[in-house]
């Protein structure tokens, strides 16, 4: 059987990318909005994006493969 590549995922933009990796230190939308300086919703909005581009369903799993893939940073231990 032939294997098929998978294509690679879209590239994360830099404010994806920053919005991730508040959410794999575990921040809620609200505080990474205020974080950041945007609207809760857009928040939402781009964690939307983010789940399309790494193929995720859960914020868990997108922060998990966003550490995998080197894309953020993992978060220090308490």
């Not at 990796?21 to 928040?43: C, H, M, S």
């Not at 799993?61 to 995998?68: E, F, G, H, M």
Request: hydrophobic share 45%.
């Amino acid at each position: 059987l032939q294997r098929l590549k998978s294509a690679p995922a879209p590239e994360l933009s830099e404010r994806e990318l920053a919005i991730l990796a508040l959410v794999a230190e575990g921040q809620d939308n609200r505080t990474i909005a205020a974080q950041l300086g945007i609207a809760e919703k857009t928040v939402g909005n781009r964690m939307s994006e983010i789940f399309a581009k790494l193929g995720a369903s859960i914020r868990t799993q997108a922060a998990l493969i966003a550490i995998q893939r080197g894309l953020v940073p993992a978060p220090r231990e308490l």
